[in-house]
Every structure is written in C-alpha cells, then in structure tokens.
C-alpha cells in the first residue's frame, strides 16, 4: 500500500517559470509533510515541512500547499533556476518517527 | 561541522556474505534511520531508532539487523538473507517528531 503518491515520474518547465510538483497521500493519521531535493547518488536535502495544522508555508522560491480534504499537497517554485534541476521527495509522518516516501519526481529546469 | 557521515561511498560484496554499513551523527540527535533507494522507486524504510538501545523494523525489515548502542551509530547490517541487496543506502537523524530528518551522503552497495 503505497501511502504516499507522487504520479508524475518527470517534469520540464522554462527557466523563470512556475514548477509544481504534486504529492498525494493516503493515511489521514499524517501531521507532518516534508519535501527533500535529491542529485544522483547524493542524499536528500531538505528544502521545507508544512504541519497539518497550516494549509500554507513559505521560504523564499519554495512554498508548500496543504489540502486535508483531499489528502494533496503541492510544491511550488517561483521562479525556476537551472540548479533546481533535480528529483524531489515529498514525505508524510504520522508522529511515529516514520516517514514515508513517495517515488519522486524529477524536474529539469530548461534555460 | 555537524552531519551525518556514511561509510563508505561505495561497497562491493560477493554474494552469501554478511556486510556491515557504519552510519555516524554528530547533531546529537535521539532518532536515526535507514533507508533505501532502489532505481525508479522513493525511499523505503528498513529500520529506526527513536533512542538508544530501541530501534523499529520498518517497512522491508527482513534480511537486514541494526544495533543502536550510541546515541551517534546506527549501524546497518545487511545479511545474506536478503534478496536483493544491491541498493543505495541512505542513513539519516533527527531531533525530534515532526522536525526535518537530515541524510548522510548514502552508501552504493554493490553484491556480486
């Protein structure tokens, strides 16, 4: 059972553009949302979190979306840079140490 | 400098072989875990460990052991009974609940 869902495998957007980047998720017992950005054959690095209890945080180009209703949350960078080029985790905690993964996505920045 | 430290970058095993991954934290962190990440898939859970001397099978536990007898190791052992070890592995900490976890720079393990 796949609890966290992120269906778009790829993503190109311009440079200066908008990227949002999808993540679905099943388990309602979620508080915690966590995007990481990932290069080849390094670990994730953590880019931002969104608690259950806001339906929107920000940092600088990066902001989180949260919709409880519909078990969605978005990744949204404004404006896109080449260097953002990358594969992008979103992840869920329920307050038990697990966090749980989705697949990725993986944008490329066109210049 | 604080982080987590994964050793080392790059493993190689033959087959039927126990092999040992060292994963040090120096963030003084109560909570550590291990991943992996196999080719088109997200990170999946193997093991955590909230506090010393406790740690949590994960979702695909079987074939792997861990000990946690320091706050700052969590050290992975991938046994023969796994299946299909080669995989990147990923060790990672963090504060608290509902607090970001930090990676390591993860171990590429390589069965022959």
């Known amino acids: 059972d796949q609890q966290v869902k992120q269906n778009s495998p790829s993503l190109s957007v311009q440079e200066g553009r908008i990227s949002i980047l999808n993540c679905d998720y099943t388990n309602s017992m979620f508080d915690y949302f966590l995007w990481y950005k990932k290069y080849p054959a390094e670990g994730p690095t953590f880019l931002i979190s969104?608690?259950?209890?806001?339906d929107k945080n920000e940092d600088g180009r990066f902001t989180v979306f949260l919709n409880k209703s519909a078990k969605h949350l978005s990744l949204h960078i404004v404006p896109s840079q080449p260097g953002d080029s990358a594969v992008y985790f979103c992840?869920?905690?329920?307050?038990?140490?697990?966090?749980?993964f989705g697949t990725g996505t993986r944008l490329k920045v066109l210049a | 400098d604080g982080g987590i430290t994964q050793s080392p970058k790059y493993l190689f095993r033959k087959e039927g072989q126990n092999v040992t991954l060292s994963c040090e934290q120096n963030l003084n962190h109560d909570a550590m875990y291990w991943y992996r990440q196999d080719p088109g898939q997200g990170l999946r859970l193997i093991y955590y460990?909230?506090?010393?001397?406790?740690?949590q099978k994960g979702d695909i536990a079987e074939g792997y052991s861990v000990s946690r007898e320091k706050k700052e190791s969590f050290p992975l052992t991938v046994t023969s009974a796994q299946k299909n070890p080669t995989a990147f592995y990923l060790c990672?900490?963090?504060?608290?609940?509902?607090?970001?976890?930090?990676f390591g720079q993860g171990t590429r393990l390589t069965v022959v």
């Open positions: 969104i608690s259950s209890i806001k």
């Open positions: 992840a869920g905690d329920s307050g038990t140490y697990k966090y749980i």
């Open positions: 460990s909230q506090i010393v001397n406790d740690f």
């Open positions: 990672a900490s963090s504060r608290a609940k509902a607090t970001e976890a930090f």
